[in-house]
C-alpha cells in the first residue's frame, strides 16, 4: 500500500515521511486513534516507503520487487501480530503463523480498513474475542532475530495492541527496550488506556485523528461511485469513520425507511390520528422484530439530538440534511417535562419486542402515550 492509497491523513503522512528523509525513525512507534480512521493503511504505507529502494520524495515508486511484496503483504521482512483465538478449524494453541493467510486475504479484501469485529467475524469465532498470546511474542522474537532478508529494516507490526495480556507484554517489553539492529515496530491501537503503562512509555506516540469530512466524501465518490449528495450524507454521519462511511452507503436505504417511517408516525402522533394510528401499528407487524427494533433505536437517535437542539449544539448533531431538518422541527417538542418519558416508552417497547410481544398493540400504546407527551406544557 502506497501513502497516496490511504483516506485524507495528509499531515500524518508528511510526517511519517520526513522521519525517513531526515533518518529519524523511532525504532517503536505506537500509532494511537479511534476506528477507522487508517492507523493500519499508514502503517502499511509507512513499511512499504521504508523498504522501497526507490522511494521518492512523496511515496514508494509501488512497481518493485519490495513493493509488490508488500501489497500482497507477502514481504518477507514484514511481520505481523494481530489478536486470534480458537475456531472451527483451530480448535486449541491458536498459533499466529495459522492465521497468516486468513490475515492476508482480509486485510486485502478490506483494503487496510479493518476492524476487531469483522476480524472475529472472518475468523468466524461466534462469541470468542483474541487476544495476543505469550507464544505469539515468543514468535515474534525469533523471527526478527534473524537478519533481513531483502530490505534495510525489518517491520513488525502489532494490530489492536489492546488485545496483548500482561504477560505478553512483559515479555515484549525487552524486545522493544532493545531491539535487534534495524528493526522497526509499529504497535496499533484504539485506547492506550488498555495498554500497559511500561508498553506506552517504550513507544514514539504518533495520534491518528478521525479522517476529514470531504477526504471521506471524496473517496465514497472515488471508491464507492457514490452520487456527491449522497457521499456527503454518508460522511457527515460517519464521523471521520471509514468502515462506518461504507456501512452507511450500504445501509443508506434501510435509514431512509426509518426516517420516513418515524417521521410519519410522530406526524400521526401529533395530529391525534386515531384510525392512521391504528393502522400504522397494524401493518408494523409486517417488518418483522429486528427492524421494528431498529425502528425504535432510529426514534431514540431523534430524541438525543433533540436534547441537543434545545441546548444550542446544533452542530453536534450528526444527520443528513434532510433528516436533521425534521430533527430540528421536531425537537421543540421534546421538552425536560416529557424527554425521559418518550425515551423510556421506546425502550421499553424494544424490551418487550424482544421478549416476542405483539407489536401492534405494543406500537398502539405507546401512540397513545406519545400523543399526550407531545401536547406537554
Known amino acids: ?90 480448535k486449541s494453541n491458536p498459533e499466529l503463523d495459522l492465521f497468516m493467510t486468513e490475515w492476508r486475504d482480509y486485510v486485502l479484501q478490506k483494503e487496510g480498513y479493518v476492524d476487531t469485529s469483522s476480524w472475529y467475524e472472518f475468523l468466524e469465532v461466534e462469541n470468542k474475542q483474541g487476544y495476543i498470546s505469550v507464544r505469539d511474542a515468543a514468535s515474534l522474537l525469533r523471527k526478527l532475530s534473524f537478519k533481513a532478508y531483502e530490505g534495510e529494516y525489518k517491520v513488525a507490526i502489532i494490530w489492536m495492541a489492546e488485545k496483548l495480556r500482561d504477560d505478553t507484554a512483559n515479555k515484549l517489553l525487552k524486545l522493544l527496550e532493545e531491539p535487534p539492529e534495524k528493526t522497526m515496530f509499529i504497535l496499533i491501537a484504539e485506547d492506550q488506556e488498555e495498554l500497559l503503562a511500561t508498553i506506552r512509555s517504550r513507544t514514539s ?3 491518528i485523528p478521525r479522517i476529514e469530512q470531504t477526504a471521506l466524501q471524496t473517496a465514497l465518490v472515488q471508491r464507492l461511485g457514490c452520487a456527491p449528495q449522497q457521499a456527503s450524507d454518508a460522511a457527515v454521519v460517519a464521523e471521520g469513520n471509514w468502515i462506518k462511511a461504507c456501512h452507511n452507503v450500504r445501509d443508506a436505504e434501510d435509514q431512509k425507511f426509518y426516517f420516513r417511517t418515524f417521521q410519519q408516525w410522530m406526524r400521526y402522533c401529533f395530529k391525534v390520528a386515531i384510525n392512521e394510528l391504528i393502522d400504522f401499528s397494524t401493518n408494523i407487524k409486517t417488518l418483522g422484530r429486528e427492524r421494528q427494533k431498529q425502528l425504535l433505536e432510529y426514534g431514540l437517535g431523534i430524541i438525543r439530538n433533540s436534547l441537543l437542539f434545545n441546548n444550542n449544539l446544533a452542530q453536534l448533531v450528526m444527520l443528513p440534511e434532510e433528516e436533521k431538518k425534521f430533527n430540528a422541527g421536531f425537537s421543540p417538542f421534546v421538552k425536560p417535562a416529557n424527554l425521559s418519558q418518550m425515551a423510556n416508552l421506546l425502550e421499553e417497547a424494544s424490551r418487550q419486542i424482544e421478549r416476542n410481544g405483539y407489536a401492534p398493540l405494543i406500537f398502539l400504546d405507546v401512540s397513545f402515550k406519545i400523543t399526550k407527551l407531545l401536547r406537554m406544557k
Not at 64 to 88: A, G, R, Y
Request: aromatic share 6%; with cysteine.
Open 1 to 90: 500500500m502506497q501513502f497516496k492509497d490511504v483516506i485524507g491523513q495528509e499531515e500524518v503522512k508528511r510526517k511519517l515521511i520526513l522521519s525517513v528523509q531526515e533518518n529519524r525513525v523511532p525504532h517503536a512507534q505506537l500509532f494511537l486513534g479511534p476506528e477507522g480512521n487508517g492507523k493500519l493503511p499508514l502503517a502499511l504505507a509507512y513499511a512499504q516507503y521504508i523498504l522501497c529502494p526507490h522511494r521518492t520524495a512523496t511515496d514508494s515508486c509501488g512497481v518493485c520487487p519490495s513493493c509488490q511484496k508488500i501489497s500482497k503483504l507477502t514481504h518477507p521482512d514484514l511481520h505481523f501480530v494481530m489478536p486470534t483465538t480458537t475456531t472451527k478449524s483451530v
Open 205 to 207: 506516540l504518533v495520534k
